[in-house]
C-alpha cells in the first residue's frame, strides 16, 4: 500500500549557525523542493509543517507559518511535533492523506533556528516535567544520556574511545563535498582526543553540535508521479512506533526504565522496533539496503544504530566499522551525508534531511559522496518521550 | 514500579488501575552504566559550587524491581571508581540550598 506514495523532490537550505528566523530556512527548503520536483507551490494540496518548540508562536504553527511565508494558497495544513522524529512524523502525515485519496501532492517542511550549547529546556518551575526535573535534580544533560550508552558499549562489548574517534573521521570525511553540510573539514583521530570530555568516555568531538537549518520533501500519489511524468522514488516506509512495554533502556529525559516485573521485556529494544518496523512495513530486510543514514548525536550512539538497524549483531559494530564496511566504497556506507557530525542537529529538519540524503543518493546525485548503484536506503531516529521515526526509500 | 513515583496511569497496557502504593526500593543494586559532567549543566541545574566542579551520575540496575535508576555519584567519587557490574548503594547528601537556606537532599549512589 505505501507504495502509492512517491517522493519527486527534496530541498535543504544549508546548515549553520546562521542566527536567521527559522521560516527563511523553511522557505528556501521548500523552494528547492519544488523546483527539484518541477512542480509549482500553486500544485500543492497539503503542507505539514514540522514544529518547533524555541521560536515561539510562529514554530508552534509551523505548517501555516511556511504557508504564509509561501504565499496562502488555500492548501489544507497540519503541523506535527516528535522531538527529534518531528520530520518523520509530519511526512506519516502527508502519507497517510495521500492514501486516503484526499490530496496528489503534498510539501513537508522542517526548519529550526537553535539556541548555543546544551540543549536546556524552556524556562519556568516544573516540577511535574521530567526534561525539567532531570536537569534540576540530577543535572541529566544530553550528552550525559549518549555517554551511558557509548561506556556501556566499551565495559560490555570492548568498544574503545579510538573506535568512537573513527566514527567522527569518517563523518567528516563523507561530509566533505555535501555543500549543505555545516562542517566540511577533515577530522583526524589526534583532533577527537586533543578535544576535551564533556561527558566521560564523549569528547566534544564525540558530541553532535546544535545548528540552523531546513528541509523540505515534496510527496505525491504515484498515479499523479506519473500522469505528469516526474522521476519518482517509492516511499516504502515510515515507521513512527512508539515503544513497547516495558521499556528497558534508559531514555532521554526519563529518571529510570519501565519495571520488568509485571511483564517480560520483548526480544527487541525500543531502538530495534523501529526499523524492524520500517523493515516489515517495506517487505525488506538490512540486506537490501544499499545506504543508511542515522542518528549520531554522539559517535557512540551511530555505532548502537548498526545492530539496531541490523546491519550486524549486538557488540559487532565496532568490527563492521574497523572492516571498513560503513565508510564510503564499503559494504553498506553509514551516514554518506556526514551525518550529523557535520551538520549538527536542527530538531524538526534533522529527519528530513536523512531523507534528503537517501533521495539524492538513490538519485546518483550525491556528487562526491555518491554510494555507487545504490537502490535503498533507511533512516533511523528517535525522538525524546518514545518518538520511532525510519523511513525507508527505494528506486 | 515507576521511578519517580507514578501517581497518574501505569505504563503498563494489561493494567487500567490508577490506584498506587508506595514502595520502598532496594537500596543496592548494580552498575548499568556511567558518566559525569565536565561542564556546568544549564538551568535549572542549581550549581552548588563556584568554581564548578564536576560530578559523576550513574544508572543503577535494582535486581528485584527490575529497574535501572539514574542518580548522581556520591561526593568524593568518580567515574575512575566504577565499573559496569559493580555494586553500589543509595546514600542521601545535599544537592542545593534554597533561597531561604532550606537544604534540599538528594539520593545518590555510592560504590561499595
Partial sequence: MSDDVAVVGVGMHPWGKWGRPFQSYGVHAAREALADSGLDWSDVQLVVGGETVRNGYAGYVAGATFAQALGWNGARVATAYAACATGAQALDVARARILAGMCDVALVVGADTTPKGFLAPNAGERWDDPDWLRFRLLGMTNPAYFALYARRRMDLFGATVDDFAAVKVKNARHGLANPRARYRKAVTADEVAASPVVADPLRLLDICATSDGGAAVVLTSAAFARSRGIPALRLRAVATVTPTFPNTVIEMPNFATDSTVAVAPGELTFRDSIAHAAYEEAGLGPEDVSLAEVYDLSTALELDWYENIGLCKPGDAEALLRAGDTTLGGRVPVNPSGGLACFGEAVPAQALAQVCEVAWQLWGRAEGRQVEGARVGITANQGLFGHGSSVVLSV | ?112
Fill in chain 2, 1 to 112: 514500579m515507576f521511578f519517580p513515583r507514578e501517581e497518574a496511569f501505569c505504563r503498563n497496557p494489561g493494567c487500567a488501575g490508577e490506584a498506587f502504593d508506595e514502595v520502598a526500593l532496594s537500596r543496592r543494586g548494580r552498575v548499568w552504566s556511567y558518566t559525569d559532567a565536565r561542564y556546568q549543566p544549564p538551568p535549572p541545574y542549581v550549581p552548588v559550587s563556584d568554581p564548578y566542579e564536576p560530578f559523576a551520575l550513574a544508572a543503577v540496575s535494582l535486581e528485584a524491581e527490575g529497574l535501572v535508576v539514574l542518580g548522581q555519584v556520591a561526593t568524593g567519587f568518580g567515574v575512575a571508581d566504577l565499573k559496569v557490574g559493580d555494586e553500589v548503594e543509595l546514600v542521601v547528601e545535599p544537592l542545593y540550598t534554597d533561597d531561604d537556606g532550606t537544604v534540599r537532599t538528594t539520593w545518590r549512589w555510592r560504590p561499595v
